[in-house]
Structure formats: structure tokens, C-alpha cells
């Protein structure tokens, strides 16, 4: 495996292949097998135009001898960062034909977030579009050339700035030269980690391990020949790639369909047009669906799931979608790392409308402890623990952290405080300090570090606000220097200068002349966050 990752024992490994869990099929057979049985079928539709299997594979391949051609070789780490776009899904699926392990960044993120990518994965190559709404990721991208060592090549999706490739108009298409053998049990790709401690970490893959998650997150979703899956949320994100996402529906020989944008005027009369019937969504997207009058001036008698994930859905969301729209509401919840519970389709109502769901896969080993690492009774609240055949042991090049976020025996340490009640699984918030804006996860302490670069200010605690919309919002609790002064519109304007994503800029800020702290000294996180949701209440009432 490649170095600086930690594979499964040798022990397991055997366990996993003898079950048949462990294919040893690498991503790029998985869609083959598909494209071989079903090589007419669509597989991709965007916009006007229906991409078949059999043309989802020769364009994908093409590419993978062209990107081969510029000197990309098996192990090559590179960052993708791409819209859902069919460039999307042939580059990923190019960039696995010859073994270059993509680094999924989203759109969303920035110079910041994209330059730690960069450096901590040894990046070669860098995928971007030419430009989404007012940003433009070409420059970005040759700031970021000139400041990252190893970032040779940078590939655009549209028209590039000078010394920048075409992804659509690269170098003809080299002789047939064999390409290369893969391994199953080498890393595929790198998703990223919620970044509870700063900035996100990087999660290797491997095919074996992924093909698995894709799979058996497909059969629990039902997805089949007959699904058509609408791609509302980023195809980068974990959610939306395999769990279920894009890559069960080609393991499954299902239609995806990407949306260019997630307002109900976009995504319902797509759902009347392509006869969607899975769509994979998130709180604030359900909550603003709910209270539009679009879905009603649609035929969406198609639609059969509703899948929730990045954060619990209320109980009366979930009834409301079954009661306006006519289909189920299917939670979903996990993490990049590894274990995925979604709720079954044929669940008891109090499951369907209250869980957060139970493991994909029988062989996923969940165990609920205490502070102490003790296991805790059923319906006793605890940290989750998760081990199994598709859960990472280990972070990519990250020996400290990894101390920290696995045991001695493999178990990842999930942050999540839940209760268990038999495989089911019910979430009662997060033992880590991180703000859940409508399933982005917020790090705290990157977005106080940055703060405290500002001139005007002492100290800051940024902290979770309750949201109607979005589950939570960042508040941040600053104290000034004497004589200065600041506003929310001014912070903003400065953490924006330091060019992060911008769902990570504090919604509110609260100045106060001191923070509250325990008598050891730290600042008392809870007590802010209650000061910021009476206050809130109070104006609410107001």
C-alpha cells in the first residue's frame, strides 16, 4: 500500500475476501462489469446530453491514455477539484484507469483549504474549472503553483491561462500502449475529513474497501437498474460519491442525473423531466423544498426515497416529506472514514421517523463507550466506535493523529455521542467542537486562529448557533483591544482575505469584555453556547 498508509492486517484482509466483501476489483472493473452488461443504458445525463455506459467508458479511458501522455504515473497523488460536471466523472474515473490518486477537494473550498491539500499529499496535477458564478479557479490555481513545490501541471476544465492544459483539448491520443496493472488493495482515492482540528486531514481508500462501501450502501438504498439518481451536492463529498451516490449507481447499472444548481426551481423540474427517483439531499436543502410551492407545480410521482445525511433530519421533517411529497425519507449517516448507517426502507415507523440507522454491512463492528473506553449499556449515551471491512485504520501520513483517532485494536474513534439500541442508532450531538452548518462541518479552531489575525482583536471563541435552516451557524464571541472596534460585515470582509470557504465565515458576532472560563483556566464553550441561543430566543420572541 502506499506509503504513509496503514492497511488492514493480514488477518483480515483473508476474512474480508473469503466473506466475498473484498472483490479484488479495482473502481474502474466495477463500472466496466456495468458497461460490458449494459454498454446502451444512459449512465450520465446532464443538461441535454445522455452519456451511455459503453461512451462513459471509451471517453473516460481516452483521457486516461492522455493524462498518462503528460507523465502522470500509478501513485501520483493529484487534487480534483471539479463541479458535477460530466468532466467530473470522466477525469475520476481517467485518473483511477492509470492509478493517480485523486485527492477530493469541493468546490467550495479555497486557497487555504486546496494549498494544505496540495502540500500534505505531494500533488502533482491540480483539476479545476475554469470559473464558477464570480470565482475564478485558474488563478487561484497558478498562485497556488507558485507557492506549492511539488504542483506541476495544472489541468482546466474550460479554457486555461497560459501555461495551464485543457482538460478537452489535450495532446492526441497516444498509441495503444498497454496501461497499467492495478492492485485492488492500493489506494484509490482521498476524501477529507471533517477537519475537527484545523484543517482537514486526508482518507485513503482503497478499491477494495470502496467498491464495498458503494455496493453495500447500494443494496440497503435499493438502488437498481430502474433508480435514477439526481445529483444535487457536490459528487466530491463522500455522500454523493459512494454512499450510496454516483459510484452504487454505476456498480448497479442505475441513471445519474446532475443538477447544475439545488433551488426547487432547479431540482423538481428535473425530477418531472428525467423521472427521478432517488435524490440525495441535506437539511437546509429538505427544509427550503418543504416550504416551496415548486414541488406542487410538478409531477415528482416518480421520486420514491429522499435521502437525508450531513445532519439528522427532524422526526416532522421526515413526515412531511412523506405526507407532501409521497415518498420516503431515508437518513443517512456516516463518516468518510468508513462506516455508513443508513434506515431501512421497510423500517418500523419509530425507526423510519427517529434513527439515524444501522451499519451497511453485517461485518461493520459499532460499539458505544464511555470516557473511559468502557462499553455502555443499550440506550446509554456514548462516544461511537467503529471498525470493519470498508473503516480506514489510519490517516494518510498522520502518525499523531492517528494515535488519537484509533485504539489499540482498530476501532476508529468517531466523535459522535449516541445512544445504540440493538444495530440502530440514534445521535445526540458530537463529543468534538465542531459546527454542523447543514452538514459542512466548521473546525473552530481554524476559524479562531484565523480571527485572531485581525488587528482589532484580543481574543474569540466561535461557537454554534441554533438555525432554523441550517441546524447550526457559527457565532463568534470576540474580545477587542481597548479602543478598537469591529463589525460582523468587517470580519467578514478580513477572513474572507485570508481566502477560506466561505460557509466557514461566523454568522454573528458578539463582542464581551471577557470570556467565561473553568477554574482550570478554559474558556467555557457550553455556557457561550446557551448565552447565544437565549439571546436568540429572546429576539425570536421579540
Request: glycine share 8%; charged share 25%; with cysteine.
Amino acid at each position: 500500500m502506499l506509503t504513509g498508509c496503514t492497511p488492514w492486517s493480514a488477518e483480515d484482509a483473508a476474512r474480508w475476501r473469503s466473506l466475498g466483501l473484498w472483490q479484488d476489483i479495482t473502481l474502474w472493473q466495477m463500472l466496466e462489469q456495468t458497461a460490458r452488461r449494459l454498454a446502451d443504458k444512459p449512465a450520465l445525463v446532464h443538461g441535454e446530453q445522455r452519456i451511455a455506459y459503453r461512451d462513459l467508458l471509451e471517453r473516460s479511458e481516452s483521457l486516461a491514455r492522455q493524462l498518462a501522455a503528460t507523465g502522470l504515473r500509478p501513485l501520483d497523488r493529484v487534487v480534483m477539484q471539479l463541479p458535477n460536471v460530466p468532466e467530473f466523472v470522466f477525469t475520476f474515473f481517467a485518473l483511477l484507469r492509470i492509478g493517480v490518486i485523486p485527492v477530493m477537494a469541493l468546490p467550495a473550498h479555497r486557497h487555504t483549504e486546496v494549498g494544505h491539500f496540495l502540500r500534505h499529499a505531494g500533488a502533482r496535477a491540480l483539476f479545476v474549472p475554469e470559473r464558477v458564478g464570480d470565482f475564478d479557479y485558474r488563478a487561484m490555481a497558478d498562485e497556488l503553483r507558485a507557492e506549492c513545490p511539488t504542483l506541476e501541471q495544472v489541468f482546466v476544465a474550460g479554457a486555461p491561462l497560459a501555461g495551464q492544459l485543457p482538460l478537452a483539448g489535450l495532446p492526441g491520443e497516444p498509441a495503444r500502449a498497454a496501461l497499467p496493472e492495478l492492485a485492488a488493495d492500493e489506494v484509490a482515492l482521498m476524501l477529507l475529513s471533517g477537519g475537527t482540528t484545523g484543517l482537514p486531514k486526508l482518507i485513503p481508500r482503497t478499491h477494495n474497501d470502496y467498491v464495498l462501501n458503494a455496493k453495500a450502501t447500494g443494496r440497503v438504498a435499493q438502488v437498481d437498474e430502474s433508480t435514477v439518481f439526481l445529483a444535487v451536492l457536490p459528487l466530491g463529498h463522500n455522500y454523493s460519491l459512494a454512499s450510496p451516490g454516483m459510484l452504487a449507481c454505476f456498480a448497479r447499472g442505475a441513471t445519474v442525473v446532475l443538477a447544475p444548481g439545488h433551488s426547487a426551481d432547479v431540482v423538481f423540474p428535473l425530477i418531472e423531466r428525467h423521472r427521478v427517483t432517488l435524490v440525495a439531499a441535506a437539511v437546509p436543502l429538505v427544509t427550503r423544498w418543504l416550504n416551496s410551492d415548486v414541488p406542487a407545480r410538478h409531477d415528482i410521482s416518480s421520486l420514491k426515497v429522499i435521502q437525508n445525511g450531513g445532519a439528522r433530519l427532524a422526526p416532522e421533517l421526515r413526515r412531511r416529506v412523506r405526507a407532501q411529497w409521497g415518498c420516503m425519507p431515508q437518513e443517512v449517516y456516516g463518516t468518510a472514514e468508513g462506516l455508513i448507517n443508513l434506515v431501512r426502507l421497510d423500517a418500523p415507523e419509530d425507526l423510519l421517523l427517529e434513527s439515524s440507522g444501522s451499519p451497511a454491512c453485517e461485518q461493520d463492528e459499532i460499539k458505544v463507550v464511555d470516557v473511559d473506553g468502557n462499553e455502555v449499556p443499550d440506550g446509554e449515551p456514548g462516544e461511537l466506535l467503529a471498525r470493519g471491512p470498508y473503516t480506514i485504520r489510519g490517516y494518510y501520513n498522520a502518525p499523531g493523529i492517528n494515535a488519537a483517532a484509533f485504539t489499540a485494536d482498530g476501532f476508529y474513534r468517531m466523535g459522535d455521542v449516541v445512544r445504540k439500541i440493538g444495530r440502530n442508532l440514534f445521535t445526540d450531538g458530537r463529543k468534538k467542537d465542531l459546527i454542523n452548518r447543514g452538514g459542512e462541518k466548521i473546525s473552530s479552531d481554524e476559524v479562531e486562529n484565523l480571527i485572531l489575525m485581525h488587528p482589532a482583536i484580543e481574543g474569540c471563541c466561535v461557537v454554534a448557533m441554533p438555525d432554523p435552516h441550517y441546524g447550526e451557524k457559527a457565532c463568534a464571541f470576540v474580545v477587542l483591544h481597548a479602543g478598537r472596534t469591529v463589525d460582523l460585515a468587517g470580519l467578514r470582509e478580513f477572513l474572507l482575505a485570508q481566502r477560506i470557504a466561505k460557509f466557514k465565515l461566523p454568522e454573528r458576532i458578539e463582542v464581551v469584555e471577557r470570556f467565561p472560563v473553568s477554574p482550570a483556566g478554559k474558556i467555557l464553550r457550553r455556557e457561550l453556547r446557551e448565552r447565544i441561543a437565549a439571546t436568540l430566543e429572546r429576539e425570536q420572541r421579540a
